[in-house]
């Protein structure tokens, strides 16, 4: 059975809800980033499997939207990640259920 | 897509991909965890050379599988008290059904859609992909690197112990 679009956006479509499930149920602030790294990668999925099939001279936008998206998560993972550790250095946690400092 | 090595390898990249996203999924230990997206990230650059951008799946070992996942391990590292747990919030059960209820609605609409007649592997290659970055995608790209630059000066000036800050300050 060769792969289709509708194979390749299917999975696409699975990881980004198992990246929701993740970053909507981990506790661990960590655990949570991992789950939106997941969904940015399926849509980067997503986005390759409608530039291969799509026509020539659209195709190579895509490949741009997706190095966009990459530089745009490495960034993001860097911020977040040195978030968790400064709220690591003044809580002693990155428990995102125990971080509750404006709910008086 | 023909030959029935396009099939193999996307149904093999399939299982290891969500395979390796649902251990992120159930596993308990946050380092575990880690690793099974490391293995994911691999799985989605597979797809990426399957899909015919050679580029974009260089890119992605080397910025997910390279830098990504050795940022997070250093983050869990430097959090040492903080536990290796990676247990689930009350949130469990609405956030699974959110997910599965997402899951099904996509999936109908992909099966549900006719898409039209598959075009021809339109062959974008690195050196397309940077004519296009430097032409059409030229301000964006610019914007880009002012955005690294920015993210990356935050996460120092955010990492830096209160010690350091004194020291600064003195000066």
């Given at each position: 059975?060769?792969?289709?679009?509708?194979?390749f956006?299917?999975?696409?479509a699975?990881?980004?809800s198992?990246?929701?499930?993740?970053?909507?149920?981990?506790?661990n602030?960590?655990?949570?980033?991992?789950?939106?790294?997941?969904?940015?990668?399926?849509?980067?999925?997503?986005?390759?499997?409608?530039?291969?099939?799509?026509e020539?001279?659209?195709?190579?936008?895509?490949?741009?939207?997706?190095?966009?998206?990459?530089?745009?998560?490495?960034?993001?993972?860097?911020?977040?990640?040195?978030?968790?550790?400064?709220?690591?250095?003044?809580?002693?946690?990155v428990?995102?259920?125990?971080i509750?400092?404006?709910?008086s | 897509?023909?030959?029935?090595?396009?099939?193999?390898?996307?149904?093999?990249?399939?299982?290891?991909?969500?395979?390796?996203?649902?251990?992120?999924?159930?596993?308990?230990?946050?380092?575990?965890?880690v690793?099974?997206?490391?293995?994911?990230?691999?799985?989605?650059?597979?797809?990426?050379?399957?899909?015919?951008?050679?580029?974009?799946?260089?890119?992605?070992?080397?910025?997910?599988?390279?830098?990504?996942?050795?940022?997070?391990?250093?983050?869990?590292?430097?959090?040492?008290?903080?536990?290796?747990?990676?247990?689930e919030?009350?949130?469990?059960?609405?956030?699974?059904?959110?997910?599965?209820?997402?899951?099904?609605v996509?999936?109908?609409?992909?099966?549900?859609?006719?898409?039209?007649?598959?075009?021809?592997?339109?062959?974008i290659?690195?050196?397309?992909?940077?004519?296009?970055?430097?032409?059409?995608?030229?301000?964006?790209?610019?914007?880009?690197?002012?955005?690294?630059?920015?993210a990356?000066?935050?996460?120092?000036?955010?990492?830096?112990?209160?010690?350091?800050e004194?020291?600064?300050?003195?000066?």
């Amino acid at each position: 059975m060769t792969p289709d679009i509708e194979h390749f956006l299917a999975v696409g479509a699975l990881l980004f809800s198992m990246g929701l499930a993740i970053s909507l149920t981990k506790r661990n602030a960590i655990g949570v980033l991992m789950g939106i790294e997941l969904m940015l990668n399926s849509v980067n999925l997503t986005l390759l499997t409608f530039a291969r099939f799509s026509e020539g001279g659209r195709a190579v936008t895509g490949h741009a939207f997706v190095a966009f998206v990459i530089t745009v998560a490495a960034a993001e993972a860097a911020v977040a990640l040195a978030l968790a550790v400064s709220v690591y250095r003044n809580r002693t946690t990155v428990d995102v259920d125990r971080i509750n400092l404006l709910k008086s | 897509m023909e030959g029935g090595g396009a099939a193999v390898a996307f149904w093999a990249l399939a299982a290891v991909t969500l395979g390796a996203a649902g251990g992120v999924v159930v596993s308990r230990n946050i380092l575990h965890a880690v690793l099974f997206l490391i293995l994911t990230f691999i799985g989605v650059a597979g797809f990426f050379a399957l899909l015919s951008a050679p580029f974009i799946a260089v890119a992605q070992v080397v910025i997910y599988v390279g830098a990504i996942s050795v940022l997070m391990l250093f983050a869990i590292m430097l959090t040492p008290r903080a536990g290796r747990d990676n247990g689930e919030t009350r949130m469990l059960l609405p956030g699974v059904l959110l997910a599965v209820c997402l899951a099904a609605v996509f999936l109908f609409v992909i099966y549900d859609t006719t898409w039209g007649v598959p075009a021809d592997d339109p062959g974008i290659t690195a050196s397309d992909l940077g004519a296009a970055l430097m032409s059409t995608w030229v301000v964006p790209f610019e914007l880009a690197s002012v955005l690294l630059t920015a993210a990356l000066v935050g996460a120092i000036m955010l990492v830096r112990s209160p010690r350091e800050e004194a020291e600064d300050a003195v000066r």
